[in-house]
């Protein structure tokens, strides 16, 4: 069995980060080990919360441990996502080199939460947006943006699939093997279409499906997306097969969200689907492969 250290958010109430991630990795068959870099009573875009940011001296701390009882050499993958605070970041890559030494062949995923765009209400401290774009690219072995936070990486606006192709390829001459662009805005798609990319140094593939219209969009939807992936990786996936099952299973989870007219993910009542979905979107190959 696969293990994968999930370095994220927490909160109590709903799914966000390591709430929107466990599960639905652990329901494709990876084990999954979540440090939480903030506990939360609820995601941000409440508007109110309550919690605590994890002392950064906890992250190291903790992972030394799991080295202590012998088990770090079995950790297959770290993922990031949201941290509380800039210097986490630093934790991050000093962690990653800490699970490479004791397993040379672990991934390290990284999604860089930015809190900004398309994450409206996000609270991200601004030295983490620098950390992230400045380093995290030479550190990461698979990179999973949104838009708004590759127009970041890339240092310009995206507007069409070919822009977002040409960036996600600079990305990868930075380090990363492969670039998911988790949600991809382009101004040729139709209104109802929800469109992500994922691209390595030969293959790209485009993958759409509906987009749902909730007065207010769900939250963690894009931590689901990052999860999926990393499992179906895991698991001996290949790219556009881990990509398609990703966003495949994510709209089984958004589907039945919006059919129940809830804002918390249905993670759990689409359980099944996040592991078989019925509806399949057949990726499209772009640009030169």
């Known amino acids: 069995m696969k293990n994968v250290l999930s370095i994220q958010s927490h909160v109590v109430f709903g799914h966000a980060g390591n709430s929107a991630a466990v599960f639905p990795m652990q329901r494709l068959g990876v084990n999954v080990w979540p440090l ?17 940011v994890l002392e950064t001296s906890q992250m190291p701390e903790l992972v030394d441990g799991i080295g202590a009882i012998g088990m770090l050499p079995r950790c297959d993958a770290v993922l990031s996502g949201y941290l509380g605070a800039t210097d986490q970041a630093q934790a991050v890559v000093d962690i990653v080199a800490a699970v490479k030494t004791a397993n040379p062949r672990a991934r390290y995923f990284c999604d860089p939460v930015m809190g900004s765009g398309t994450r409206a209400g996000c609270q991200v401290e601004p030295g983490i947006q620098t950390f992230l774009v400045q380093t995290m690219p030479a550190v990461a072995d698979v990179m999973m943006p949104n838009h708004s936070e590759l127009q970041l990486l890339a240092g310009r606006e995206i507007e069409t699939i070919e822009e977002a192709l040409a960036a996600c390829r600079e ?14 805005l382009d101004r040729n798609s139709p209104a109802d279409c929800f469109n992500m990319l994922v691209v390595t140094a030969r293959e790209a593939w485009l993958g759409q499906r509906p987009l749902y219209p ?21 698991q001996g996936d290949s790219v556009r097969r881990a990509f398609e099952h990703a966003l495949a299973a994510v709209n089984a989870v ?14 759990v009542a689409a359980q099944q689907e996040i592991a078989q979905p019925l509806d399949w979107f057949e990726a499209t190959a772009v640009g030169k492969t």
């Open 254 to 267: 958004v589907k039945r969200t919006w059919e129940a007219s809830r804002y918390e993910l249905e993670l």
């Open 214 to 234: 909730f007065s207010r969009q769900p939250v963690g939807v894009g931590d689901l997306t990052s999860a999926v992936f990393v499992a179906r990786t895991l």
């Open 36 to 52: 939480n870099t903030v506990q939360f009573s609820n995601h941000t875009q409440y508007g109110h919360w309550s919690g605590s």
């Open 171 to 184: 990305l990868i001459q930075r380090g990363p093997q492969v670039v998911l662009v988790k949600h991809l």
